[in-house]
């Protein structure tokens, strides 16, 4: 009897936060990226992040984020069960922060320890930066 193959994907959630104001410019800056194992892990960091910001908002704001933080963000946590992508955004002034979960499928890495390096392996070191 043959036994199947065990998968190099595991599954999970790509979350990460985007920003854009006048100090970055007119495209978005990648701030923070987190690799989530569940749907729950993927919005609990998002939910982290924006609790942390909430108290600088303008009031409109704050109440449309807490009543988010206060249950809104099932909406979010249904849709990554359903495999699709999920985002939410604060606006503050002229700064604008989005965050995005979506699954993936991640990929083992082979373990460096684990194998045998070739030979030539030991010959390189890391450069470190002079302290000038």
Not at 17 to 40: E, I, N, R
Not at 70 to 95: I, K, S
Request: proline share 8%; aromatic share 10%; hydrophobic share 40%.
């Amino acid at each position: 009897m043959l036994t199947p193959k065990k998968s190099p994907a595991t599954p999970g959630y790509w979350c990460e936060c985007w920003t854009q104001s006048p100090s970055t410019g007119d495209l978005p800056v990648l701030l923070a990226s987190f690799d989530a194992a569940t749907a729950t892990q993927a919005v609990r960091w998002i939910r982290v992040a924006v609790r942390t910001i909430a108290s600088a908002l303008t009031p409109d704001e704050f109440d449309r984020v807490w009543h988010w933080l206060a249950g809104g963000y099932l909406t979010e946590l249904q849709e990554l069960v359903r495999t699709n992508p999920c985002t939410f955004e604060v606006h503050h002034e002229d700064t604008h922060i989005q965050w995005t979960a979506r699954p993936v499928l991640f990929l083992a890495l082979a373990h460096r320890e684990a194998a045998k390096l070739p030979p030539c392996a030991d010959q390189f070191t890391v450069r470190r930066p002079s302290s000038e």
